[in-house]
């Protein structure tokens, strides 16, 4: 009986005999049961799990628009990490109008807002051009170029008849202040020494109103000046206060001072005495105080009179 042919290899795949002494380099699969169960994750020889999906981009809702034929422009975005870096501009917020298709009333808060910015810089621009609508109330007096010759101060001149032939004198004329001074020597004989000595200031304020300052200096006079007495004088000006001190002993020594000052609207005058006493003194019958506070209140007025136009 014949046996059959052995069935023959396929041309285009030559088999590899393999021999026990020599394996394959490639094993053979082993065959795989019919309903294979997959194995644990992580378990060895099951295959690594599949990758996520990944997350498709969020649009960024305040890139810039791009124009029609042209392309986007990378824009600048900030280092991570550095919270000082520069940030995008996106623009002003377009605010919605308000519903019923006009946004009048949006329109009319905006008008109402932009009234007011208006009528703002309006009032500060009159204030800025006008000032504070102050004016300057020098009630018509006007500075001497010569205080000691546009002065009044006869009340002393029968105590003391000789004139000073060098009296200090000085003024000044400016946009923001007129003002004109006098000292001057009281003697009683021709002497190069003076008994007495009287000062005299007129100030026109022109750009600010004196008032506060004046009340609290000659008013408090006593308060930061240890020893004086203040009068309030009436009947001269606006107001006047008349300070005073007086550390004679008799007639041999110690010293008279005594200062009239006035402010009538932006003007201030002042009329100051002062005698110096000392057991050298020729003189053994000086005024006393209540004669020089009548001497300064007299002259004064009259002063006051005569520089008014």
Known sequence: MSTPPEASQPSDQPGIPETPETPSAYPHPKPQSPNPQPAAPGAPGSDPPPAPAPTPAQPNFYAQPTLVGQPAQPQPQPQPGNPYAAQPYYGPVPVPAAPGGGGGAGRAVLWAVVGA?????????GVFLLGRGDSADLRGYSTPSNLCTGADYSSF???????????????LKSDALDESYCSLSLKKTPSSYGDAYLTMQMDLHKKTDPAAEFTALWK??????????????KGIGDEAYLVSNDTTSGTTSGSIYATLAVRDGWMTYTMGFTEYRTTYDSDTSPPDLSEVRDWLKSDTKSTLEQTKD
Do not use: C, F, T
Not at 117 to 125: C, D, N, P, T
Not at 157 to 171: A, C, G, H, M, T
Not at 220 to 233: F, L, M, T
């Open 117 to 125: 910015v208006v009528a703002s810089a309006a009032w500060a621009g």
């Open 157 to 171: 001149k029968d105590e003391y008849p000789d004139d000073d032939s060098s009296p200090l004198r000085n003024s």
């Open 220 to 233: 408090n006079y006593r308060k930061s000046h240890s020893g004086y007495d203040v009068e309030i004088v």
